[in-house]
C-alpha cells in the first residue's frame, strides 16, 4: 500500500522516520539499499523528499555530510554492514562536525534476519565519539528524529539513529507533530581549521568532541529521551529499544529504566534508578552494551546468559533471562528455505559453475543462493565486494591447476558499490594465471527489493540518468578481455567462453546479462520509454 | 476488546502474506484499535517461509506475539502448517487453505484475502471496514476478484 500521509497513521517504523525526515524539512537523504533500512528513503522519496541512492554508504554519509557542511538538515540511511563501509567518514565527521545536522540511520539486524553477520552497532557510537538514540517503535522513531536534530544542530555533531529490524519493519500508530520545522539558515561558511582533518586540525578538534560529548551527557541526565516506569522494589530492569517493549510484557509489575539515549550515558539517572531495588536486571539484545558500561560504573547489574547474546529477544525470552533459565531453548520449527525464483536467470550460471566444479569466490545479493544445493556453487561470500579480492588471493597463492578454477561472482549493484577497486586491484596486481571476473547484471537491486543503481541509468526517484557501463568501465580499468553473455547466447557457448578465459593467462571480464524477473516488467517499460521520441513541446 | 487479539499470518514468500497481514492491521486501525504488526522481509524469504504477526486491542506491547499465543493462525500455504502449528495457543483457531475452495476463486492468487475472509467471520471487525481497506489494498481492476475471494472465505465451512 503507497503511504499516504495523515496526521495519525499505521506505519512501519522505516516509514515514520521518512516521515519525520519530510516534516524536518530534512534537505537531503543519501543511502544504500539493505535489510532492513531500504524503505526509509524510498518512502522519503515517494513522500515528496529528495533521497538517493548512492553507489555505497560511505559515498552517502560524505555527500550528507557536506548536505550538513552547507547548512542543511541531512539523513545517511543504512543497514548495520553499511556503516563498516561508511565508517571511514563516520568517525573522522565526529571530529569535523557540522554546520547543519548530520543524522547516521543504522539498522541493525539481530538474529540475521537478512545479513551475513549480526553485529551491534552501539559500538559505533562509543567508538566514534557520536551521541546515540534508540527507538522502540515506530512513534517514537518520529519523535525521536526530532530529538536527534536538536542534539546535532545544538552541538553540531553526527547523531547515530540505531534502529533494530522490529523498529524498522513493525508497523504500530505513528500520530504526527502540528507542523513541521522551519528550515535551518544554508549557506557555506569556511571553517578550514575545523573541517580540514591534517593531525595539527586533528587534536585540537578530538578535544573538542569529548569536550561536547561531556555537555551532551550533562544534557542527557536532565532532558534526555529516557523513561521511567516506577513499579516493584524488587526488581528493577534497565533496557533500550525494542527490548523495552518485551520487557512491559513479560514483566508488567517491575521497574523500569528505559534509555532512548544510550550513548553518552546518563549515569547519575541509572544510579538513582537503582537506589533501593533489589535487583537490577539489563535487558537488552546483542552485545551486553549496557550491561558493560553499567557493571563498569558500579552498579551491581545483571546481565543475561550467554546464549541470549544470540539471535533477536522475544517476550518468551525476557521471561527466560529473569528466570535466569539458561536451559536449552525449543528450537524452532524448521521453515522452508529461501531459493532462486522459478525461472531465475542466476539458475543457468550456477548450474554452470557448479557442473564445472569451479571455485567460487561469491559475493552479497539474491545470486548468493547460488551456495544452495543443488546448485553448490559458491565457495565464499563476506562482504559487500569481496569476491573481487577474495578471488585474486585465492589465484596468487593457490597451485596452478586449482588457481585456473578460481572466479569471481558479483553482482551488477554490489560492483557498483564496491567492485570497482577490487578491478583496479585486479588489473594492477594481476594473478599470473590472470582470472575470470563474472559481473551478473540482472538490472536491479534484487535482494533488497528491486532499487535503482549507477549501472541501471535511473535513479532512486525513476529518472534517467547516466549509466554506468560495465563493458566500457572493464576496458578502462585494463582487463585484457571482456565479453557480454545473455540468455540468447546458448549454455554450451557460456561454458566454452568460461573454459578458454579460464585456461588464458588473461585477465577477463565477462557481464552475464539477463534482467530478474520481477524486475522485467519495469525494465521492458523503461526500453519503451527509452525508444519513444520525446514528447513534441 | 478487552483481550489482545493475536492473529499469526504465514505462508511462503510471494504468496501474500505480508499484503493479507497489512490489511487485518489497516482495518483493526480504522476499527480504531492500538494495533502492532511485525514481519521479516528480504532476501532471506525469497521463495522460503514467511510469517508476519498482527496484534490489535486495547493495547498492545511487543511487536511480535510470544511462542505459543497465537489466537489465530493463518496459513496460506498446507505444507507451512506444520512448522507454524507451535505458535498456536491451546484452544486457538487454524485456518488453512483446504478450507476455501480454490477453483470458485476468480484469481487463484487471491487466496490470502479468501482466508482472511474466513478469519473475519471470528473477529469483531466490521465487514464494510475489510472491504475498505481490500479496496486500498489493490489496484482497481483487482479490487473485484479480492472482494470475491473475501466473501468465498466468509462463507468457508470449518
Given amino acids: 500500500m ?7 497513521m499505521l506505519i512501519h517504523g522505516d516509514e515514520a522516520l521518512a516521515v519525520a525526515m519530510l516534516d524536518a524539512r530534512v534537505a537531503l537523504g543519501a543511502g544504500y539499499p539493505g535489510t532492513p533500512s531500504s524503505e526509509i528513503l524510498e518512502t522519503f522519496s515517494q513522500i515528496g523528499g529528495r533521497g538517493e541512492w548512492a553507489p555505497n554508504e560511505k559515498v552517502a554519509l560524505e555527500v550528507a555530510l557536506g548536505a550538513a557542511f552547507g547548512g542543511a538538515r541531512a539523513v545517511a540511511a543504512m543497514k548495520h554492514v553499511g556503516l563498516n563501509v561508511a565508517a571511514d567518514p563516520f568517525f573522522t565527521a565526529a571530529y569535523t562536525g557540522t554546520a547543519g545536522a548530520l543524522v547516521v ?45 536538536e542534539i546535532a544542530e545544538r552541538w553540531r555533531i553526527p547523531v547515530l ?46 578535544r573538542r568532541l569529548r569536550a561536547k560529548l561531556a555537555e551532551i551527557a550533562e544534557w542527557n541526565e536532565e532532558s534526555g529521551p529516557n523513561l521511567e516506569i516506577s513499579g516493584s522494589r524488587d526488581l528493577g530492569i534497565i533496557t533500550s529499544g525494542v527490548s523495552f517493549l518485551h520487557v512491559r510484557e513479560a ?9 532512548g539515549m544510550t550513548y553518552p550515558f546518563p549515569f547519575r539517572k541509572i544510579r538513582a534508578f537503582a537506589a533501593g531495588l533489589k535487583q537490577i536486571v539489563v535487558i537488552e ?7 558493560t558500561a553499567i557493571r563498569a560504573n558500579g552498579l551491581p547489574a545483571e546481565g543475561k546468559a550467554e546464549m541470549y547474546r544470540f539471535g533477536e529477544l522475544s517476550v518468551e525470552r525476557v521471561r527466560r533471562i529473569l528466570a535466569g533459565d539458561a536451559s536449552p531453548e525449543p528450537a524452532p520449527p524448521p521453515g522452508k528455505p529461501p531459493q532462486f525464483c522459478v525461472g531465475c536467470p542466476h539458475r543457468r550460471t550456477f548450474e554452470i559453475l557448479g557442473k564445472m566444479d569451479l571455485i567460487v569466490a561469491g559475493d552479497i545479493g539474491c545470486y548468493t543462493l547460488g551456495v544452495l544445493p543443488p546448485f553448490n556453487a559458491m565457495d565464499s561470500c563476506v562482504c559487500m565486494g569481496a569476491s573481487i579480492g577474495v578471488g585474486l588471493g585465492l589465484r596468487h597463492v593457490l597451485p596452478e591447476d586449482q588457481a585456473r578454477r578460481v572466479v569471481s561472482v558479483i553482482g551488477d549493484s554490489t560492483f557498483a558499490h564496491s567492485g570497482l577497486t577490487g578491478l583496479a586491484e585486479m588489473a594492477y596486481n594481476p594473478p599470473k594465471t590472470g582470472h575470470v571476473l563474472l559481473i551478473l547484471d540482472n538490472g536491479t537491486t534484487a535482494m533488497t527489493g528491486l532499487q535503482d543503481h549507477p549501472g541501471t541509468g535511473y535513479t532512486l526517484g525513476e529518472c534517467a540518468t547516466t549509466r554506468m557501463d560495465f563493458e566500457a568501465v572493464g576496458r578502462a580499468m585494463g582487463m585484457h578481455k571482456v565479453h557480454t553473455v545473455t540468455q540468447k ?37 523503461r526500453g519503451r520509454a527509452a525508444a519513444e521520441p520525446p514528447a513534441a513541446g | 476488546m478487552e483481550k489482545t487479539v493475536n492473529v499469526k499470518i504465514a505462508g511462503l514468500g510471494g504468496q501474500g502474506v505480508i499484503r493479507a497481514s497489512d490489511i487485518l492491521a489497516e482495518t483493526a486501525f480504522r476499527a480504531g484499535l492500538a494495533v502492532k504488526k511485525s514481519e521479516l522481509h528480504g532476501m532471506s524469504q525469497r521463495g522460503g517461509s514467511v510469517s508476519s504477526d498482527v496484534r490489535f486491542g486495547r493495547e498492545v506491547l511487543s511487536p511480535m506475539i510470544p511462542a ?91
Fill in chain 1, 2 to 8: 503507497a503511504l499516504k500521509l495523515a496526521e495519525k
Fill in chain 1, 105 to 149: 540511520v543504522s539498522a541493525d539486524d539481530p538474529g540475521m534476519a537478512s545479513s551475513q553477520n549480526e553485529q551491534d552497532n552501539r559500538r559505533y557510537a562509543e567508538a566514534a565519539g557520536a551521541p546515540m538514540l534508540e527507538p522502540a517503535d515506530a512513534q517514537e522513531t518520529y519523535d525521536f528524529f526530532f530529538t536527534a536534530l
Fill in chain 1, 161 to 206: 539513529f540505531r534502529m533494530t529490524t522490529r523498529v524498522c519493519h513493525s508497523k504500530s500508530v505513528v500520530v504526527r507533530r502540528g507542523a513541521p520545522l522551519p528550515p535551518p539558515a544554508y549557506g557555506f561558511e569556511h571553517d578550514r581549521r575545523g573541517r580540514v582533518m591534517v593531525p595539527g586540525n586533528a587534536r585540537p578538534a578530538h
Fill in chain 1, 251 to 259: 514483566a508488567p509489575e517491575a521497574s523500569v529504566l528505559k534509555l
Fill in chain 1, 285 to 291: 539484545e546483542g552485545d551486553p552494551f549496557l550491561t
Fill in chain 1, 489 to 525: 547466447d546458448s549454455a554450451e557457448d557460456f561454458e566454452r567462453l568460461l573454459r578458454d578465459s579460464l585456461a588464458s593467462n588473461d585477465l577477463t571480464l565477462i557481464v552475464v546479462r539477463n534482467p530478474c524477473l520481477l524486475a522485467a516488467k519495469k525494465l521492458r517499460a
Fill in chain 2, 68 to 158: 505459543g499465543e497465537s489466537d489465530y493462525l493463518v496459513v496460506v500455504s498446507s505444507d507451512q502448517v506444520e512448522n507454524n502449528l507451535p505458535s498456536l495457543k491451546p484452544g486457538g483457531v487454524l485456518i488453512r487453505p483446504e478450507m476455501i475452495d480454490e477453483n470458485a476463486l476468480t484469481n487463484k492468487k487471491s487466496l490470502n484475502v479468501a482466508l482472511l475472509g474466513a478469519l473475519s467471520t471470528r473477529l469483531e471487525l466490521p465487514e464494510a471496514l475489510w472491504l475498505e481497506t481490500i479496496r486500498e489494498a489493490f489496484k482497481p481492476e483487482l479490487f473485484e476478484a479480492n472482494a470475491n475471494a473475501f466473501r468465498l472465505g466468509r462463507s468457508a465451512k470449518e
